[in-house]
């Protein structure tokens, strides 16, 4: 039993780890068309953010909740500070936005390297994450429950946001049609700001995720990024429920594969798995009707 | 659509013209190769000048891309022991000039720098490097231009060069301490945990064949790639496993993800303890308090009590940039140049040969940090102590065991009747 749960319960908190590094993309990317290679390095933002928040909140069980927001913010204005000098004379051009970003992404690593310990700096664990959860035998780490919760939580925020709010029907008006939308009195430009201030601050909150998971340090983005525009891609571009399927289909996949041969097998098997279903369906799992998408 | 698929075709049409350079490029390389070959020599006449008053030297080390989170101390303390040199005099009167390349995480250039330093900037040494990627890529240029190269990171062994001092460990005086630990502690059922790479990968071969004849049962062995952190489907295997150790091959940030996740899991340093051959005090603060009470093996550890540490330690916390900490790896690093001046003095000339030659008497020794030194001439590794660490809460560590005597190196453990032959060239030949 052990053999078929561990992986099914890890795997979906792996997903929902790459459901949140995913999901500012798939406003950014998905939504705008803009490719951010940056949006890694807005994680590690969110991170740092988070260890700075312990540096002020000592007491992890208060710090942690605290940082999620902060995170947020932090790393939204880093994006909406690089959407304002940058990224706006760029729109409808993606293969520039993918080169300027991947060095702004440099500058910002860089940058860390040089404010922060080079080997990265603590974020401590609250302590209402310490423990386990049986479940049919299998000792689950309670912090996999509490990505899974955290990455449930901004899906329903974000889908909300987007279906409810007016701002939401506006992005969604820009998105299926720019021009027809500008020529409604909406304003795109500040549609465009909000967008990318938005989902820069969900790779903040994905970066608090990352730093009680892995390392944070100067390098921690780089490791989610390539995953995430898979995601992204897989499920459908401009798809939430496409990227959320994804999300947890290749987290699941990564953990099976990962139980059953090696941890770097499992790389590769996930990643020709989502090659393939490319291949076989270029589109992703599900489509946007629009006409303002190349 | 039609912007892009322009912009394709530009991207395509500068691609062919970049490639079509390259070609020439490569051309005309290869036919001054040849000429220099036909002109009958091996290498080309080394072109360092020590007639002024100063000594050129060079440092490389990846000071951006990943690596830089390890490899900028390495790259600060060699600053600081040429600033200490030259307060003392230089090396033979000669002040360090140092001319500082970035190998920036890349194997090709740290390729590319090295026959910059060697044949553009007349360098006598070059000093640096940590992975293995990186010093294989030294290694065919020094060799070329017969240089010398310093390198300072313990690693998988099974290397010898006479262009090359290895003053950090090989196996036989990290990985077989530690494994000498674990017997002695009463070590039963072990796990291997490391990250996908020659020194993990040859450093467990190692272990496996030792543990066979320590009659320690290895129970797992998991291996996960370099740049990534989550290491939770790999500690259900462990838990499931149930060994009484950890032994961790994980290198880099992949560390803070195992140990995070080894806590998320219920598993302690009481019941289920992990020995590491690379957390040291560098690592140790990014991994707060959940590292506590486990081990690690190296041969310097801050709080060693020998007569150089206490001076060593003020320094570097007095230098600029610094980390605050002493570690392993740069206390070796430290050691490179001070071993380079003792060779140097005791050949009375910088040329490479002579160095070796002055190498080759066995002599050469340095009252290091970790204790005196001896160069092995013939394999030019040091003699080390092994020593393993606890860490305390404040993320230092306490030394709890140590060998007997200082370990000879033995790169390619020909001392060790339980290495078979067959074996070692397999991994040797594996290594490249």
């Known amino acids: ?294 | 659509m039609s912007t892009i698929s322009k912009r394709l075709r530009s991207l395509t049409a500068m691609g062919a013209i970049g490639t079509t350079v390259a070609l020439v490029l490569a051309g005309c390389g290869a036919r001054a190769g040849d000429e220099a070959a036909a002109g009958g020599t091996s290498a080309a006449p080394s072109c360092v000048d020590t007639s002024g008053s100063a000594v050129k030297l060079g440092f490389l080390n990846s000071l951006t891309g990943g690596m830089a989170i390890s490899e900028k101390t390495v790259s600060n303390v060699l600053h600081m022991a040429a600033d200490e040199i030259n307060a003392g005099g230089g090396i033979l009167g000669k002040k360090i000039e140092y001319v500082q390349e970035d190998g920036a995480t890349d194997w090709p250039t740290f390729a590319e720098k090295t026959e910059k330093l060697l044949t553009q900037d007349c360098v006598a040494a070059i000093f640096g490097g940590w992975t293995s990627s990186s010093r294989k890529a030294v290694k065919p240029v020094v060799e070329k231009h017969n240089g010398l190269f310093f390198y300072p990171v313990q690693y998988e062994g099974l290397e010898s060069s006479p262009n090359i001092y290895y003053t950090g460990a090989t196996t036989n005086q990290q990985i077989i301490p530690a494994m000498d630990f674990l017997k002695a502690q009463g070590v039963k059922r072990l796990f291997l945990a490391g990250s996908d790479y020659v020194f993990p990968r040859t450093a467990n071969a190692i272990i496996k064949l030792y543990a066979a004849k320590l009659g320690i049962e290895i129970v797992g062995e998991e291996y996960v790639p370099l740049d990534k952190d989550d290491w939770t489907s790999q500690v259900a295997k462990i838990v499931a496993a149930k060994p009484d150790f950890i032994f961790n091959t994980i290198n880099g940030s992949s560390n803070v993800g195992f140990v995070k996740a080894y806590y998320d899991a219920g598993l302690k340093a009481e019941t289920t303890p992990i020995i590491s051959v690379s957390i040291a005090e560098e690592e140790a603060p990014a991994m707060g308090h959940e590292v506590t009470g486990q081990y690690a093996s190296w041969n310097y550890f801050q709080s060693l009590k020998t007569p150089t540490n206490p001076k060593f330690i003020e320094s570097w916390k007095a230098y600029p940039n610094s980390s605050g900490v002493t570690s392993d790896p740069m206390e070796a690093a430290y050691i490179s140049l001070y071993l380079y001046k003792a060779l140097v003095e005791a050949a009375g000339s910088f040329d490479v040969d002579a160095v070796n030659a002055a190498a080759k008497k066995n002599a050469i020794t340095f009252d290091a940090p970790e204790g005196k030194v001896t160069l092995d001439g013939e394999n030019h590794h040091i003699s080390k102590p092994g020593h393993i660490g606890k860490i305390n809460s404040s993320n230092q560590f306490d030394i709890v065991w140590a060998s007997d005597k200082f370990i000879e190196p033995d790169p390619y453990l020909e001392g060790y009747d339980w290495f078979p032959a067959d074996i070692r060239k397999q991994l040797v030949d594996a290594a490249g």
Request: proline residues 3%; charged residues 10%; hydrophobic residues 55%.
């Open chain 1, 1 to 294: 039993m052990d053999a078929l749960i561990a992986p099914l319960l890890n795997g979906s908190a792996q997903g929902a780890l790459l459901l949140l590094a995913a999901l500012g993309l798939s406003l950014t990317f998905g939504q705008m068309g803009v490719i951010n290679m940056a949006h890694g390095e807005f994680l590690m933002i969110g991170a740092f953010a988070a260890y700075l928040v312990q540096q002020v909140i000592t007491a992890s069980n208060l710090s942690i909740p605290v940082a999620l927001p902060v995170a947020f913010v932090v790393a939204g204005l880093f994006g909406l500070l690089l959407e304002v000098t940058i990224i706006q004379w760029m729109y409808r051009r993606p293969l520039d936005t993918l080169l300027v970003t991947v060095g702004v992404g440099l500058i910002l690593q860089q940058a860390a390297l040089q404010i922060f310990p080079s080997q990265g700096v603590p974020v401590e664990k609250p302590g209402w994450l310490d423990g386990q959860l049986n479940i049919l035998g299998y000792e689950w780490p309670l912090r996999q429950l509490f990505t899974i919760l955290l990455a449930s939580v901004c899906v329903a925020a974000l889908s909300a946001w987007l279906k409810y709010t007016s701002f939401g029907r506006r992005i969604r008006a820009t998105v299926q049609n720019r021009d027809l939308a500008e020529t409604s009195g909406i304003s795109t430009r500040t549609i465009d700001r909000l967008t990318f201030f938005t989902g820069s601050g969900l790779a903040g909150v994905a970066g608090v995720a990352a730093s009680l998971i892995g390392g944070t340090n100067s390098q921690m983005g780089a490791q989610y990024i390539i995953p995430a525009f898979l995601v992204v891609a897989a499920g459908g571009i401009g798809q939430l429920k496409g990227t959320i399927i994804a999300a947890w289909a290749v987290g699941v996949a990564l953990s099976y594969f990962a139980y059953w041969t090696t941890g770097s097998l499992a790389q590769v098997l996930a990643f020709i798995l989502v090659i393939v279903f490319l291949q076989l369906r270029p589109q992703g799992l599900f489509t946007v009707r629009t006409r303002s998408l190349a």
